[in-house]
Protein backbone atom coordinates (compact mmCIF):
# COMPACT_ATOMS: atom_id res chain seq x y z
CA UNK A 1 0.00 0.00 0.00
CA UNK A 2 1.27 3.57 -0.53
CA UNK A 3 0.20 6.03 1.82
CA UNK A 4 -2.86 7.21 0.74
CA UNK A 5 -4.11 3.55 0.50
CA UNK A 6 -3.01 3.02 4.06
CA UNK A 7 -4.91 5.78 5.30
CA UNK A 8 -8.15 4.96 3.82
CA UNK A 9 -8.03 1.70 5.22
CA UNK A 10 -7.92 2.94 8.56
CA UNK A 11 -10.76 5.58 7.73
CA UNK A 12 -12.93 2.18 5.81
CA UNK A 13 -12.33 0.07 9.12
CA UNK A 14 -9.92 -2.18 7.20
CA UNK A 15 -6.59 -3.72 7.87
CA UNK A 16 -3.66 -1.98 6.41
CA UNK A 17 -0.48 -3.25 5.36
CA UNK A 18 1.53 -2.02 8.38
CA UNK A 19 0.89 0.61 11.27
CA UNK A 20 0.24 4.12 10.01
CA UNK A 21 1.70 6.59 12.05
CA UNK A 22 1.41 10.71 12.07
CA UNK A 23 2.87 13.56 14.46
CA UNK A 24 2.71 16.93 14.92
CA UNK A 25 4.27 20.25 16.63
CA UNK A 26 3.86 23.73 16.56
CA UNK A 27 6.24 26.28 14.53
CA UNK A 28 7.87 29.60 15.23
CA UNK A 29 8.06 30.31 11.91
CA UNK A 30 5.23 32.75 10.08
CA UNK A 31 6.21 33.84 6.72
CA UNK A 32 4.43 31.32 4.69
CA UNK A 33 7.31 29.90 2.62
CA UNK A 34 9.45 29.26 5.64
CA UNK A 35 6.83 27.63 7.38
CA UNK A 36 5.57 25.68 4.31
CA UNK A 37 9.52 24.47 4.07
CA UNK A 38 9.84 23.97 7.54
CA UNK A 39 6.53 21.52 7.91
CA UNK A 40 7.85 19.74 4.51
CA UNK A 41 10.86 18.97 6.06
CA UNK A 42 9.56 17.42 9.17
CA UNK A 43 7.13 15.65 7.03
CA UNK A 44 10.44 14.07 4.60
CA UNK A 45 12.39 13.56 7.95
CA UNK A 46 9.66 11.47 9.87
CA UNK A 47 8.27 9.57 6.37
CA UNK A 48 4.50 10.21 7.96
CA UNK A 49 1.61 8.46 6.57
CA UNK A 50 -0.03 11.90 6.37
CA UNK A 51 0.59 15.65 6.20
CA UNK A 52 -0.89 17.53 9.12
CA UNK A 53 -0.84 21.21 7.97
CA UNK A 54 -0.67 23.80 10.65
CA UNK A 55 -2.03 26.64 11.34
CA UNK A 56 0.03 29.27 12.92
CA UNK A 57 -1.75 32.32 12.61
CA UNK A 58 -2.94 34.29 15.33
CA UNK A 59 -6.73 36.03 13.99
CA UNK A 60 -7.35 39.61 14.47
CA UNK A 61 -10.06 41.87 13.78
CA UNK A 62 -10.18 45.66 12.42
CA UNK A 63 -12.52 46.71 15.37
CA UNK A 64 -11.35 46.79 19.23
CA UNK A 65 -13.24 44.56 21.23
CA UNK A 66 -13.57 45.68 24.80
CA UNK A 67 -16.94 45.43 26.37
CA UNK A 68 -19.44 42.99 25.42
CA UNK A 69 -21.13 44.87 23.37
CA UNK A 70 -18.60 45.11 20.61
CA UNK A 71 -19.08 41.52 19.31
CA UNK A 72 -22.47 43.17 17.49
CA UNK A 73 -19.77 45.57 15.15
CA UNK A 74 -16.99 43.05 14.51
CA UNK A 75 -17.15 42.77 10.16
CA UNK A 76 -13.85 40.10 9.96
CA UNK A 77 -12.76 40.17 7.02
CA UNK A 78 -13.04 36.44 5.70
CA UNK A 79 -10.92 35.37 2.73
CA UNK A 80 -9.51 38.79 2.58
CA UNK A 81 -8.21 38.66 5.89
CA UNK A 82 -4.32 38.18 5.86
CA UNK A 83 -4.35 35.00 8.18
CA UNK A 84 -6.99 33.12 5.78
CA UNK A 85 -4.21 33.97 2.69
CA UNK A 86 -1.30 33.17 4.37
CA UNK A 87 -2.84 29.92 5.25
CA UNK A 88 -3.93 29.29 1.97
CA UNK A 89 -0.23 29.79 0.38
CA UNK A 90 1.25 27.29 3.17
CA UNK A 91 -1.50 24.66 1.83
CA UNK A 92 -0.55 25.32 -1.71
CA UNK A 93 3.42 24.92 -1.18
CA UNK A 94 3.22 22.20 1.10
CA UNK A 95 1.17 20.44 -1.73
CA UNK A 96 3.20 21.40 -4.13
CA UNK A 97 6.51 20.55 -2.70
CA UNK A 98 4.86 17.11 -1.82
CA UNK A 99 5.68 14.34 -4.96
CA UNK A 100 3.77 11.19 -3.35
CA UNK A 101 0.65 10.22 -3.02
CA UNK A 102 -0.53 10.91 0.75
CA UNK A 103 -3.65 12.48 1.98
CA UNK A 104 -3.66 15.79 3.48
CA UNK A 105 -5.45 18.18 6.32
CA UNK A 106 -4.99 21.70 7.18
CA UNK A 107 -5.51 22.44 11.03
CA UNK A 108 -9.01 24.91 11.75
CA UNK A 109 -9.87 26.07 15.25
CA UNK A 110 -13.12 27.32 16.41
CA UNK A 111 -14.87 30.26 16.81
CA UNK A 112 -14.52 30.55 20.21
CA UNK A 113 -10.52 30.44 19.65
CA UNK A 114 -11.18 33.36 16.82
CA UNK A 115 -12.61 35.71 20.00
CA UNK A 116 -9.91 34.60 22.32
CA UNK A 117 -6.96 35.38 20.12
CA UNK A 118 -9.11 39.10 19.71
CA UNK A 119 -9.23 38.93 23.34
CA UNK A 120 -7.69 36.83 25.45
CA UNK A 121 -9.23 33.61 27.18
CA UNK A 122 -9.51 35.70 30.25
CA UNK A 123 -11.45 38.57 27.92
CA UNK A 124 -13.36 35.38 26.93
CA UNK A 125 -14.37 34.21 30.29
CA UNK A 126 -15.96 37.59 31.67
CA UNK A 127 -17.33 38.35 28.33
CA UNK A 128 -19.00 34.98 28.72
CA UNK A 129 -20.53 35.78 32.22
CA UNK A 130 -21.33 39.35 31.72
CA UNK A 131 -23.23 39.27 28.62
CA UNK A 132 -23.31 35.93 26.43
CA UNK A 133 -25.88 36.98 24.09
CA UNK A 134 -23.52 39.05 22.80
CA UNK A 135 -20.65 37.57 22.85
CA UNK A 136 -22.92 34.59 20.95
CA UNK A 137 -23.20 36.99 18.40
CA UNK A 138 -19.92 37.63 17.43
CA UNK A 139 -19.00 33.60 17.90
CA UNK A 140 -22.03 33.65 15.44
CA UNK A 141 -20.03 35.56 12.62
CA UNK A 142 -17.00 34.11 13.67
CA UNK A 143 -18.63 30.87 12.83
CA UNK A 144 -19.62 31.83 9.17
CA UNK A 145 -16.28 32.96 8.98
CA UNK A 146 -14.90 29.68 9.46
CA UNK A 147 -17.23 27.91 7.48
CA UNK A 148 -16.05 29.99 4.67
CA UNK A 149 -12.75 29.38 5.38
CA UNK A 150 -13.30 25.80 5.21
CA UNK A 151 -14.48 25.71 1.92
CA UNK A 152 -11.58 27.73 0.67
CA UNK A 153 -9.09 25.36 2.58
CA UNK A 154 -11.16 22.23 0.40
CA UNK A 155 -10.80 23.87 -2.78
CA UNK A 156 -6.46 23.77 -2.75
CA UNK A 157 -7.32 19.69 -3.47
CA UNK A 158 -6.77 18.81 0.73
CA UNK A 159 -8.39 15.28 1.22
CA UNK A 160 -10.23 17.31 5.00
CA UNK A 161 -9.79 19.14 8.17
CA UNK A 162 -8.08 18.12 10.89
CA UNK A 163 -10.67 20.34 13.67
CA UNK A 164 -9.20 21.30 16.96
CA UNK A 165 -12.40 21.68 18.84
CA UNK A 166 -11.59 23.51 21.79
CA UNK A 167 -13.06 25.07 25.11
CA UNK A 168 -14.60 22.01 26.34
CA UNK A 169 -12.43 22.04 29.48
CA UNK A 170 -13.68 20.65 32.98
CA UNK A 171 -13.91 23.60 34.98
CA UNK A 172 -14.55 25.91 32.52
CA UNK A 173 -17.70 26.18 30.84
CA UNK A 174 -20.80 24.47 32.50
CA UNK A 175 -22.66 22.11 30.42
CA UNK A 176 -25.81 24.65 30.02
CA UNK A 177 -22.72 27.80 28.55
CA UNK A 178 -20.86 24.97 26.57
CA UNK A 179 -24.35 24.01 24.64
CA UNK A 180 -24.91 27.86 24.04
CA UNK A 181 -21.62 29.05 23.19
CA UNK A 182 -19.68 26.20 21.46
CA UNK A 183 -21.25 23.13 20.43
CA UNK A 184 -23.98 25.15 17.94
CA UNK A 185 -20.93 26.82 16.73
CA UNK A 186 -18.71 23.93 16.28
CA UNK A 187 -21.27 21.83 14.35
CA UNK A 188 -22.20 24.91 11.96
CA UNK A 189 -18.75 24.30 11.14
CA UNK A 190 -18.68 20.65 10.66
CA UNK A 191 -21.55 20.25 9.44
CA UNK A 192 -20.38 22.81 5.85
CA UNK A 193 -17.16 20.12 5.58
CA UNK A 194 -19.29 17.55 5.92
CA UNK A 195 -21.68 18.83 3.27
CA UNK A 196 -18.30 19.08 0.95
CA UNK A 197 -17.47 15.39 1.15
CA UNK A 198 -14.49 15.68 2.65
CA UNK A 199 -13.06 13.84 5.80
CA UNK A 200 -12.94 15.50 9.41
CA UNK A 201 -10.45 14.79 11.87
CA UNK A 202 -11.76 15.70 15.65
CA UNK A 203 -8.99 17.05 17.83
CA UNK A 204 -10.18 17.46 21.18
CA UNK A 205 -8.10 20.20 22.52
CA UNK A 206 -7.39 20.94 26.69
CA UNK A 207 -5.50 24.30 27.77
CA UNK A 208 -2.63 23.52 30.16
CA UNK A 209 -4.02 25.79 32.41
CA UNK A 210 -6.84 23.32 32.63
CA UNK A 211 -4.38 20.43 32.64
CA UNK A 212 -5.37 19.64 29.53
CA UNK A 213 -8.47 17.91 30.79
CA UNK A 214 -11.74 18.07 28.36
CA UNK A 215 -15.01 16.99 28.64
CA UNK A 216 -14.63 14.01 26.43
CA UNK A 217 -18.70 12.77 26.53
CA UNK A 218 -20.23 16.32 25.48
CA UNK A 219 -18.50 15.36 21.74
CA UNK A 220 -20.40 12.30 20.74
CA UNK A 221 -22.74 13.77 18.38
CA UNK A 222 -20.30 16.20 16.58
CA UNK A 223 -19.43 14.80 13.13
CA UNK A 224 -16.20 12.87 12.82
CA UNK A 225 -14.40 10.38 10.48
CA UNK A 226 -11.50 10.00 12.94
CA UNK A 227 -10.68 11.37 16.66
CA UNK A 228 -7.99 12.21 18.76
CA UNK A 229 -8.00 13.14 22.25
CA UNK A 230 -5.31 13.42 25.29
CA UNK A 231 -5.82 10.05 26.71
CA UNK A 232 -3.24 10.14 29.52
CA UNK A 233 -4.26 13.66 31.02
CA UNK A 234 -8.15 12.18 30.18
CA UNK A 235 -7.82 9.27 31.62
CA UNK A 236 -10.13 7.92 29.36
CA UNK A 237 -8.26 5.26 27.26
CA UNK A 238 -8.18 4.39 23.37
CA UNK A 239 -11.16 1.63 24.00
CA UNK A 240 -13.39 3.46 26.18
CA UNK A 241 -13.04 5.94 23.88
CA UNK A 242 -13.38 3.55 20.06
CA UNK A 243 -16.73 2.31 22.22
CA UNK A 244 -18.16 5.96 22.58
CA UNK A 245 -17.89 7.57 19.26
CA UNK A 246 -17.84 4.24 17.42
CA UNK A 247 -15.03 5.93 14.41
CA UNK A 248 -11.62 5.18 13.96
CA UNK A 249 -8.96 6.74 16.11
CA UNK A 250 -5.64 8.57 16.18
CA UNK A 251 -3.14 8.32 19.18
CA UNK A 252 -2.23 6.33 21.67
CA UNK A 253 1.31 7.84 23.19
CA UNK A 254 2.10 10.65 25.45
CA UNK A 255 2.62 14.00 23.94
CA UNK A 256 4.27 15.56 26.90
CA UNK A 257 6.35 12.74 28.57
CA UNK A 258 7.30 9.60 26.63
CA UNK A 259 7.09 11.34 22.58
CA UNK A 260 9.45 14.09 23.98
CA UNK A 261 11.94 11.98 25.87
CA UNK A 262 11.65 8.70 24.81
CA UNK A 263 13.88 6.74 26.24
CA UNK A 264 13.51 4.89 22.18
CA UNK A 265 13.08 1.33 24.04
CA UNK A 266 10.04 2.44 26.02
CA UNK A 267 8.85 4.01 22.73
CA UNK A 268 9.10 1.04 21.20
CA UNK A 269 7.16 -1.05 24.02
CA UNK A 270 4.53 1.70 23.65
CA UNK A 271 4.00 0.90 19.77
CA UNK A 272 4.01 -2.58 20.32
CA UNK A 273 1.15 -2.89 22.41
CA UNK A 274 -0.97 -0.19 20.81
CA UNK A 275 -0.37 -2.36 17.64
CA UNK A 276 -0.94 -5.86 19.12
CA UNK A 277 -4.61 -4.10 21.29
CA UNK A 278 -5.64 -1.67 18.27
CA UNK A 279 -4.03 -1.80 14.92
CA UNK A 280 -5.91 -4.13 13.05
CA UNK A 281 -8.64 -1.63 12.55
CA UNK A 282 -9.74 1.77 12.44
CA UNK A 283 -6.25 3.03 14.44
CA UNK A 284 -2.98 5.05 13.42
CA UNK A 285 -0.52 5.62 15.88
CA UNK A 286 -0.04 9.04 17.13
CA UNK A 287 -0.12 11.25 20.16
CA UNK A 288 -2.57 13.15 22.50
CA UNK A 289 -1.65 16.06 21.48
CA UNK A 290 1.57 18.45 19.19
CA UNK A 291 4.47 17.04 20.81
CA UNK A 292 5.39 19.90 23.22
CA UNK A 293 8.32 21.74 23.89
CA UNK A 294 11.95 20.35 22.83
CA UNK A 295 10.75 18.17 20.58
CA UNK A 296 13.45 15.43 18.91
CA UNK A 297 12.56 14.66 15.57
CA UNK A 298 14.64 11.66 15.46
CA UNK A 299 12.88 10.32 17.94
CA UNK A 300 9.46 10.67 16.26
CA UNK A 301 11.00 9.33 12.83
CA UNK A 302 12.39 6.61 14.74
CA UNK A 303 8.65 5.73 16.09
CA UNK A 304 6.84 5.95 12.74
CA UNK A 305 9.94 3.59 11.33
CA UNK A 306 8.97 1.29 14.16
CA UNK A 307 5.40 1.44 13.41
CA UNK A 308 6.20 0.83 10.21
CA UNK A 309 8.07 -2.30 10.07
CA UNK A 310 4.74 -3.94 12.33
CA UNK A 311 3.25 -5.57 9.84
CA UNK A 312 -0.71 -5.91 10.23
CA UNK A 313 -1.68 -7.76 7.26
Known amino acids: MNKRERMLAVFENKTPDCLPAGFWHHYQERNPAEL ?10 TNMDFLKIMYEYMFSLPEKVQKPSDWYKIKPAGKNSPEYKKQIEVINRILDGTKEDVMSFTTMFNAMKMAAWCIG ?14 LRHGLRVFAEVLEEWACGFLETGID ?29 VLSAIKAKGKFIILHLCGEP ?6 HIDRYGEYPRDMINWAIHANHYDLSRGIDYFSCPVMGGLDNRSLMLKGPIEEVDKAIDQLAMQYGKHGFILGADCS ?20 SLS
Not at 36 to 45: E, G, I, M, N, V
Not at 163 to 187: C, H, M
Not at 209 to 214: L, S, T
Open 36 to 45: AKRQLDFYKK
Open 291 to 310: IQGDYNENLIAHAVEHAHNI
Open 209 to 214: NYDFKV
Open 121 to 134: DAGIMIHAKEDPQA
Open 160 to 188: GIFYSAQFGEVGRFNKEEWNTLIKPFDLQ
